[in-house]
């Protein structure tokens, strides 16, 4: 009899190649790996018609979507971490010289509000540069994966026909968040931004996670240990990733394994860990920047935002 299989979306990466590969298995069903070329294509599937059994979602626009009653619960498994002081672009001519010269100025915002990159940007402008968000015009260029959320007074659509990084080459925007623009007159606002991101790690050990796991609601209240055997699953393949990337052992290291190293330098320890109480101290904060940033408007627990029987798991 063919073991049972959950679709599930997850990317292709160092943490995840164990799964995918098939080396790692969960213990009480398989794997059925749908293949989303964009990844952000799949969270707004699943937070829309809840396509899958599992999947990765960005953590802001699961709060959001909690809040709006949609059927999935996380599980503590943070896969994907960075630091955004480096999303932030400007218009060396729109005489920015600082991050408060961004007040009452018109910001691009790449996607929607609720993308976790502009979530987590704009907190390094308030936490680490003082900047009052409120008194930024946000243009964005896309929609919510949450349909019905719906945004402050200031953050506002594009105008239609344009694109973000046309405007900020334009000077029609101070800044931008979240774009790739090669020209010029576009900068970092943050000289030095990955270096600023360590110093923030060691500073004050802000260490973001952009993405974790959901599983449909109606399977976790139907099995019990299934919760248990995802998270398990997840953390053995991200336990050879780290034994590897510990061992010298990948070749051709990504820029994203480079950062691990420099975490695991800095910290020395695990740079992806998964659980809440690992991750406790970067939860509370998240959920303070987005109630602070109105992506949500009750204040929330961290606890329960996950799987009661994940709440004690670590990794």
Not at 154 to 164: D, F, S
């Amino acid at each position: 009899m063919a073991e049972r299989k959950l679709t599930t979306v997850t990317r292709t990466q160092g943490n995840n190649q164990a799964l995918k590969d098939g080396s790692v298995r969960p213990r009480s069903f398989e794997f059925d790996f749908v293949d989303v070329p964009v990844l952000i294509d799949g969270f707004r599937r699943m937070v829309r018609g809840l396509e899958f059994d599992i999947s990765e979602m960005a953590l802001s626009t699961y709060l959001c979507a909690r809040e709006h009653g949609k059927r999935f619960t996380a599980l503590p498994i943070f896969l994907v971490r960075a630091f955004h002081h480096g999303a932030i672009l400007v218009n060396t001519k729109a005489g920015i010289r600082t991050p408060k010269d961004l007040e009452g100025r018109r910001v691009g915002v790449n996607r929607g509000y609720t993308v976790t990159t502009g979530l987590w940007a704009r907190s390094v402008l308030q936490q680490e540069h003082g900047v009052d968000l409120s008194r930024i015009t946000w243009v964005l260029s896309g929609d919510e994966h949450v349909a019905e959320y719906r945004p402050p007074a200031n953050v506002v659509p594009i105008e239609p026909g344009k694109k973000i990084a046309d405007m900020l080459v334009a000077g029609e925007l101070a800044a931008a968040i979240g774009v790739e623009v090669d020209h010029p007159d576009v900068q970092p606002l943050i000289p030095d931004a990955k270096q600023a991101g360590y110093e923030a790690l060691r500073s004050r050990g802000h260490y973001p996670a952009n993405h974790l796991i959901v599983v449909r609601d109606e399977l976790l209240q139907a099995e019990p240990g299934l919760a248990v055997d995802i998270f398990d699953a997840f953390a053995e393949s991200k336990r050879r990733y780290v034994e590897r990337l510990k061992a010298g052992a990948i070749e051709n290291p990504t820029a994203v394994d480079r950062m691990h190293l420099k975490v695991m330098e800095i910290t020395g320890r695990d740079p992806l860990p998964y659980g809440i109480e690992p991750n406790r101290a970067m939860l509370e904060e998240w959920i303070a920047h987005c109630l602070a940033q109105g992506i949500v408007t009750r204040k929330v627990s961290v606890d329960e935002l996950f799987a009661p029987a994940s709440r004690n798991l670590a990794a």
